[in-house]
């Protein structure tokens, strides 16, 4: 696989260019996994709802044997329009945890890129794992002074770190996922990362950005349709469904007045 992550200056045109080799998943779905590939790859649109308006996301997600990549796209509901609002890509490693003697399946924070657009105005952000430094390089550009440049952030001690518009095919890199859901209980500590950050401060009210937040996804029963999970982070509660099939269905932020629910 080649991954190119290309930014120009002046225009500032952006052109991220990857090139896959996929082959075809598993359909066994609540057998021990042996590794994080029960994530499929797959095209999904859903229906957007918040306190700003209605909306469509498009979520396409592509995995080959090293990597899992989740592309995210929010538009206007009016097609007529079809005014851009957020994009983002991101990508994360497929590898292992040891815990004791055992290791477990895992994903691993890689890269993304994320942009939204305020006034018509681009904010982009670029993060991109640095090992040497086992840290996040960070690089803002946008047409406030204060949201630019390039920094390079530590990540706190963890073991399981997820992009936030990743976080449906991380949780399912784990084996919690899959156990909690046989066994009907269980929790996962995480740190998620924002890669939305620093511009998620003005999409979501009473929020202080930071780049990690320590959380916790909590499963929390089932009814006909869905297994429904709960994360717990910065002080909210934030409620995502996966049908039966285990595909990401909904994703419900009471206190954001968000509503995400597959077409």
Known sequence: MAFYLVLMEGKALKILLISLFLFSCSHNYLVKPASTLKIESERASFDYNDVSGKYVLEREVKRNSKKVITYSKLSSYDFKKNKLVEKSVTISSIGTLTIGKRKKPILRPYASQYSVWFDGKEFLTQLKINPKKKSLDVYLK???????????????KGEVFCFFSQLPECIKGTEFFYESIQKQEGSLKLYVIWDSFPYYEEL????????????????????????????????????????????????????????????
């Open 204 to 263: 979501y009210g009473n929020i202080k950005a930071t780049l990690f937040t320590e959380s916790e996804f909590v499963y929390d029963g089932k009814n006909e349709e869905d297994h429904r999970f709960k994360l717990m982070v910065k002080g909210q509660v934030l409620f995502y469904q996966f049908r039966s099939d285990l595909k990401f269905d909904k994703l419900l932020w009471v206190s954001q007045g968000m509503r995400v629910i597959r077409r």
């Open 142 to 156: 946008s047409p406030e002074k204060k949201w630019n440049g390039k920094r390079s952030i530590r990540f706190p």
